[in-house]
């Protein structure tokens, strides 16, 4: 039950300084895809159980983001793509194949790490704050979200606070 409150805890403290469309970006800066040319040109994405440092490398090439590798992340990728992407939805695949394999990518800096999926909750996992359903990324970057409340029934939140913090 803590570790249900502390959330709800911080969003009530942090409320006043929050701006209610406050958001961070998940995705890095691409050098690459500067122009709009870059972004979007057209390509294909075909891989066939091609090992994923691989497909990480060659993602870094085609966008200019800069990948910091954990020793943990292992196995192989098949993707087939019998369309064209654009060049700027190169990283959202990416993330998205990260995802399935468990795996996830934390913008640090100039750098973006790619580690365990479990190891990223206790990162620097970029956080927005806001109520806005809407301004929540519908792609597989992970992200903290902080919802500020906007009312609360004193009596209950002092029984619930109580028991979980003396």
Do not use: C, W
């Amino acid at each position: 039950m803590r570790a249900l409150l502390l959330p709800i805890l911080l969003a009530f403290i942090l409320a006043p300084f929050a701006k209610s469309e406050q958001t961070h970006r998940t995705a890095p800066e691409m050098p690459l895809l500067k122009k709009a040319s870059a972004r979007d040109a057209l390509i294909s994405l075909d891989f066939n159980a091609v090992d994923i440092r691989v497909f990480i490398k060659t993602v870094g090439q085609l966008t200019g983001v800069n990948f910091l590798v954990d020793d943990k992340i292992q196995g192989t990728v098949t993707l087939i793509s019998p369309s064209k992407i654009r060049t700027a939805d190169v990283y959202a695949v990416l993330e998205s194949v990260l995802q399935t394999k468990g795996y996830a990518a934390i913008p640090a800096g100039t750098l973006v790490k790619i580690v365990p999926r479990a190891e990223a909750t206790r990162g620097n996992v970029p956080t927005q704050i806001g109520a806005d359903p809407g301004a929540i990324p519908m792609d597989d970057s992970l992200i903290t979200q902080i919802i500020p409340l906007r009312r609360v029934v004193n009596s209950r939140f002092e029984r619930r606070a109580g028991r979980d913090f003396p």
